[in-house]
């Protein structure tokens, strides 16, 4: 394999240092999109290569496991497994995620759901093999089996928004007149305001004054969590209760509280929708100041805030 190559292919660190790529000389950062003469260079160096330079170290074999399914080479990240059965991986989930991700891009089902259920018994607070799982099952049609994983990953994390996704979607399967109402139902029942969102779009989709209604709901009870301010005031804004979504802002400037700028981006709209054009001035003014913030957001938001600004002065 030409060096040149090598250097540029874009790879994580513990490939790097398997491969003995010195920082010094790597340059695949900014490498454009590989094409599949290149992919397919690299995966037989690295064939041959695993051939030569058996891996001692388990913690740099799942490394490499983790990071080779994450440059989507799913055939290698098998092959490392299945010549390098002297590790135990039973009960190592990022083995067993990594291998797991690899089967599913290889089509390998079958081999997916036994890995995924494996690492699922090991960590059951981690989300990605409720969601690999539901996924799998659904695509094969089983809806009961896949209700039954996005349940479960319900209760991990009550607002992912990919598993409402999936339970909309067997409901709409089951019973389309009645998934509104249905999710809606399971929302309530573990508390999530993702689903209660989901629900209301089911229900009404031009209603959005019912969203913000089911949100409000949430907001009276005490949320205040990051993705649910963003969800709210978005709903807020739909349903043209400008006035509202200030508030929300103020709020959490006042107990102290780090702000997401979208939330910033929905109160400017705000401001400039009831036409105070001064206090949007103020709050972009403020959001500007933020040095974590992007340099393209920055740019976003007063983009943002000038056309809607040229439009209420039109």
Known sequence: MKQELLRNYPMGPAVREYLGIK???????????????????FIGFFTRFVGENPISDQDQFIDLLEELTAMSLSFLTIKLAEINDKFDL???????????????????????????ESA????????????????????????EEAEKWVKLGLKADPNHFRLWELFASIQITKDKAAAGETTKKMAKKVHSFAGLSLAAELINSSDYLLKAQYLEEVWNEGQRGDQFLREYTASLGLAQQFEKIPVVILEQEKIGEAIHWELYSHGIQ????MENEQAAK???????????????IKKDLQATYEAQLAENNS
């Open 90 to 116: 039973s009960d190592d989930f990022r083995a067993l995620t990594a291998i797991g991700a690899a089967a599913l891009m290889e089509r390998e089902f079958d081999q997916a759901l036994e890995l995924f």
């Open 23 to 41: 920082e010094e000389d790597y340059n695949g950062y900014d490498t454009k999109e590989i094409d599949e003469h290149e992919q397919a260079t």
């Open 270 to 273: 705000a401001y400039l929708a």
């Open 282 to 296: 103020e709050m972009l003014q403020k959001v500007e100041k933020n040095p974590a913030l992007p340099e393209n």
């Open 120 to 143: 699922q018994a090991i960590e059951p607070d981690e989300l990605s093999p409720y969601v690999n799982i539901s996924e799998i099952l659904y695509s094969q049609h089983k809806d």
